[in-house]
Every structure is written in C-alpha cells, then in structure tokens.
Nanobody, 115 residues
Framework: QVQLVESGGGLVQAGGSLRLSCAAS????????MGWYRQAPGKQRELVAR???????NYADSVKGRFTVSRDNAKNIVYLQMNSLKPEDTAVYYC?????????WGQGTQVTVSS
C-alpha cells in the first residue's frame, strides 16, 4: 500500500534551519508530483512547495527564498530544506503525492519555531 513517512520536524529557534524528509513507497515515485503542505492551528492547510515529476518547482510567496524543495528519485524521497525559519512557520507539515487522479498524504510532522 502507499506510504508517505515524514521526518525531520522539531523545535528550532527563529533564524534556524530544518530539513524535512518524506520517504515514499507503494507507487511509482518518479511519476509523482510531490508537495509539502502545512497547517497551523485554526488555519486551513496550505501549499508550501511543490516539485513536479520533471523537477519543476513552485513555492508559496511566504517561503520563497527561504525554503527549497528537492527530490531523489533513486531513493524515493522528497526533501524540504527550511532556512531562516520564522515563528509563523510553526505548523504541522504534510507530504503529498499525486499520480494521475490519485493523491495521498503523510501523517505529518510538527515544526515549531520559537521567537
């Protein structure tokens, strides 16, 4: 079955960095468009960054220049490098995979940025 397992979250001070990883299995990873979303308490889930199966990327305006999404098709892993973290980046971060009409979600990993 499809599994998306996020890791790398934690507590960090403002200005610090974290790298999230999402290990994927159960589908043909190289065909999938992969995304990172986040949801803060009381807010809707929002797109943070996305990387297509051809490697094209796009980012939310709030993270442009600070976050970088990348993928390793040999390892079936998508990464989110987060630099210059701000308290407003605090949220649960979710990995998403989309292949044709199918989409799957990971369980999420908590990122907390202290001021």
């Amino acid at each position: 079955q499809v599994q998306l397992v996020e890791s790398g979250g934690g507590l960090v001070q403002a200005g610090g960095s974290l790298r999230l990883s999402c290990a994927a299995s159960g589908f043909i990873f190289r065909l999938a468009h992969m995304g990172w979303y986040r949801q803060a308490p009381g807010k809707q889930r929002e797109l943070v960054a996305r990387i297509t199966n051809s490697g094209a990327t796009n980012y939310a305006d709030s993270v442009k220049g600070r976050f970088t999404v990348s993928r390793d098709n040999a390892k079936n892993i998508v990464y989110l490098q987060m630099n210059s973290l701000k308290p407003e980046d605090t949220a649960v971060y979710y990995c998403n995979a989309a292949v044709t009409i199918n989409t799957w979600w990971g369980q999420g990993t908590q990122v907390t940025v202290s001021s």
